[in-house]
């Protein structure tokens, strides 16, 4: 049970885990086919636009010393000076659009945006914006990790008066918001009320909660999705898209003092008016824009970005709602567009002007409207979601806009993402509904194709003709068939690293080396991240923590078993009675069962000091701060019923079962 944990909140640890894996395998050189798709696709993009370049640039002050921020071990803990291959054109490896994004995201320091306001801009994922109040600072997004706001903090001390952090405001609760709170304020100023912390409502219920469940795969999957066992280069990683990568360092989380809600949108902290606009279910489950009227400044949060976003991730989350969120950037516009001067983001770099602001949001609104609308008019003409994705294109005037371009989300992915949203994973077609398993239907289709050494050469063939997407998907059938052969894992990989180096998105570009390096090379063998702290398990509530115990609970181990245990804590005041039965772990919150087969009565420091490996439950009984109940070696039964999750299963071979 120790290794209970919410798992890679945005996949920080377990990427620092896997970049300091092996020697990587040289990749090859981009094929003729792929020379000829990025040079045509550059020759559709509006070049002349380089608006973005003055505005990423405007108010500059200064950068971090080397572009590098050292972490508590060999490692730093942000290395932008490993993007400085980030020069003149696009290699033939890279899509020319996505170079240019990167080019854009390796823009790093300490930026004024008006009087009063400043951010730090690539030091880390995502911004850190600091606002100057009549006795503070307030502090908006602490970026990732405490390394890079700490050192955010300190680039900015050295150009600006050296003036207490007030508060903090987490914009929403992905972990690039608020993981490096501790660099920037401390458990003890929170407690002694010298700093507040603001967050919307909800925050600390989602914060954790969406990592959780499912929160191993979503870890490996964002191993793939952030390219984080490529190194930085032209044929490795370039950028994520969203930002130039994840930083590595301590994760931290320090509770709200101050929740948002609707009731009470519009507050003055440390002097400075700010009215809050919410938007739940967004970008985020909890999320919320920011207006300052002094400074005539609109924050967007995630809710905007500088370029189309995701309304499904592809390291896996619930699909988001793509209308919603277009009348939440509609809503803004229509109250805010005309009274701001400057639109700041989570990410990227702002907008100025009154008339650039109003424009960018015009252009977000639309996308996820054109998105979402199109896809459903389609989905209710009987379109399945490949013929969609495949199909529906951006109108010319969405097109031309850098900021509608899909370096993060793509219209592919997500065009299926709305297809899920509205009609889920079938598509109707009855020979879809119960198909063989992956491996045993690629085994049939290599036999009907004619055995392998005839499929290969038909692939060798088409891999020569540029057609990388129908020999990554054939190949693919080739390795499930049969992951031993060699040439298949090798032409593979061959067509999953052009169909890289072609890619707009950071993501896929990401997903599609990540794929080709481990046919190369084996899954890695890694240990467990290790992202459960005492910061995190404070968010993850008993409801939840008892959910995932269930998820963990493997079936067959609980075959014909049957435990009534009884938790009961004494400083929440909560109890629990838990059900094994017909390999289900349940549980009751409220009362606790009459005739238990154990119980344990303990204080929640006590469950976390064991959840984090700081003693074992015999130990909490004799120090008195864990009370048994019957047999508790029932507890020890139950706990060996439980999986114990590791990242490092296979993608593109076989499970072994």
């Known amino acids: 049970m120790t290794r209970m944990t919410p798992t890679l909140i945005a996949g920080a640890v377990l990427l620092a885990l896997l970049s300091s894996a092996g020697a990587q395998t040289a990749p090859k050189p981009a094929e003729p086919a792929t020379v000829r798709a990025n040079a045509d696709f550059g020759a559709t993009l509006p070049w002349a636009d380089k608006q973005s370049f003055?505005?990423?640039?405007?108010?500059?002050?200064?950068?971090?010393?080397?572009?590098?921020?050292?972490?508590?071990?060999?490692?730093?803990?942000?290395?932008?000076?490993?993007?400085?291959?980030?020069?003149?054109?696009?290699?033939?490896?890279?899509?020319?659009?996505?170079?240019?994004?990167?080019?854009?995201?390796?823009?790093?320091?300490?930026?004024?945006?008006?009087?009063?306001?400043?951010?730090?801009?690539?030091?880390?994922?995502?911004?850190?914006?600091?606002?100057?109040?009549?006795?503070?600072?307030?502090?908006?997004?602490?970026?990732?990790?405490?390394?890079?706001?700490?050192?955010?903090?300190?680039?900015?001390?050295?150009?600006?008066?050296?003036?207490?952090?007030?508060?903090?405001?987490?914009?929403?609760?992905?972990?690039?918001?608020?993981?490096?709170?501790?660099?920037?304020?401390?458990?003890?100023?929170?407690?002694?009320?010298?700093?507040?912390?603001?967050?919307?409502?909800?925050?600390?219920?989602?914060?954790?909660?969406?990592?959780?469940?499912?929160?191993?795969?979503?870890?490996?999957?964002?191993?793939?999705?952030?390219?984080?066992?490529?190194?930085?280069?032209?044929?490795?990683?370039?950028?994520?898209?969203?930002?130039?990568?994840?930083?590595?360092?301590?994760?931290?989380?320090i509770p709200p003092t101050d929740v948002i809600t609707a009731k009470a949108p519009e507050q003055v902290i440390d002097g400075v008016p700010i009215e809050f606009i919410l938007a739940p279910g967004s970008e985020a489950p909890a999320e919320m824009m920011m207006y300052f009227p002094q400074q005539r400044v609109l924050d967007t949060a995630e809710v905007t970005t500088q370029h189309m976003h995701n309304v499904y991730t592809i390291r896996g989350a619930e699909v988001r709602d793509a209308n919603k969120w277009s009348g939440y950037i509609s809503d803004v516009r229509e109250r805010y567009a005309a009274k701001a001067d400057t639109l700041i983001m989570s990410h990227h770099w702002p907008v100025y002007g009154t008339a650039g602001v109003d424009h960018f949001l015009v252009v977000q609104r639309d996308l996820y409207k054109f998105m979402h609308d199109q896809t459903v008019r389609l989905l209710n003409e009987g379109w399945t979601p490949g013929d969609i994705a495949e199909t529906l294109k951006l109108p010319a005037s969405l097109e031309k806009e850098w900021t509608a371009h899909g370096y993060y989300g793509t219209l592919s992915h997500n065009t299926r993402a709305i297809y899920q949203k509205y009609l889920g994973w079938y598509d109707a077609n009855p020979a879809h509904l119960n198909p063989l398993p992956q491996s045993e239907e690629a085994k049939k289709q290599i036999e009907y194709m004619g055995g392998i050494d005839a499929v290969l050469a038909k692939a060798r063939a088409d891999y020569a003709k540029g057609e990388y997407r129908w020999v990554a998907s054939v190949m693919s059938q080739a390795v499930f068939a049969d992951p031993t052969n060699q040439a298949a894992r090798q032409l593979a990989a061959d067509a999953l690293e052009q169909l890289g180096y072609q890619a707009e998105a950071g993501t896929w570009r990401g997903a599609y080396l990540s794929g080709a390096q481990e046919l190369r090379r084996g899954v890695p063998k890694l240990p467990p991240p290790s992202t459960l702290n005492a910061d995190t398990l404070k968010a993850v509530n008993l409801e939840l923590f008892f959910d995932f115990l269930g998820v963990r609970l493997n079936a067959a181990k609980a075959e014909g078993k049957r435990l009534v245990l009884n938790w009961n804590f004494t400083d929440t005041k909560q109890q629990f009675t838990m059900n094994l039965e017909n390999s289900a772990l349940t549980w009751v919150e409220g009362r606790l069962a009459a005739k238990p087969d154990a119980g344990l009565t303990l204080t929640r420091d006590a469950l976390n000091q064991f959840l984090l490996g700081r003693a074992k439950l015999p130990e909490l009984m004799q120090q008195g701060l864990v009370k048994p109940e019957g047999d508790v070696r029932k507890f020890g039964e139950l706990f060996a019923m439980f999986d114990n999750f590791t990242p490092d299963f296979p993608i593109v071979e076989p499970l072994k079962k």
């Open 54 to 253: 003055e505005d990423a640039r405007r108010g500059f002050i200064a950068g971090i010393p080397g572009n590098v921020i050292a972490g508590t071990g060999p490692a730093p803990a942000w290395n932008m000076a490993a993007y400085d291959f980030l020069s003149g054109d696009a290699p033939p490896t890279v899509n020319p659009s996505l170079w240019r994004q990167a080019q854009l995201n390796a823009i790093s320091g300490l930026f004024k945006v008006t009087d009063g306001m400043y951010q730090l801009r690539g030091l880390d994922l995502a911004n850190m914006t600091i606002v100057e109040g009549k006795t503070g600072l307030i502090v908006i997004d602490p970026l990732l990790t405490a390394e890079t706001s700490r050192a955010g903090l300190e680039l900015y001390y050295q150009h600006r008066p050296k003036r207490p952090v007030v508060a903090v405001i987490y914009s929403h609760g992905h972990a690039d918001h608020f993981g490096g709170v501790k660099g920037v304020t401390s458990d003890e100023e929170v407690a002694a009320g010298k700093v507040r912390i603001y967050a919307p409502d909800g925050f600390m219920e989602t914060a954790i909660a969406e990592n959780i469940i499912a929160g191993n795969a979503m870890s490996r999957r964002a191993a793939y999705q952030f390219g984080a066992l490529l190194p930085p280069g032209s044929m490795g990683h370039v950028d994520t898209g969203l930002g130039k990568a994840l930083s590595r360092g301590a994760l931290t989380l």
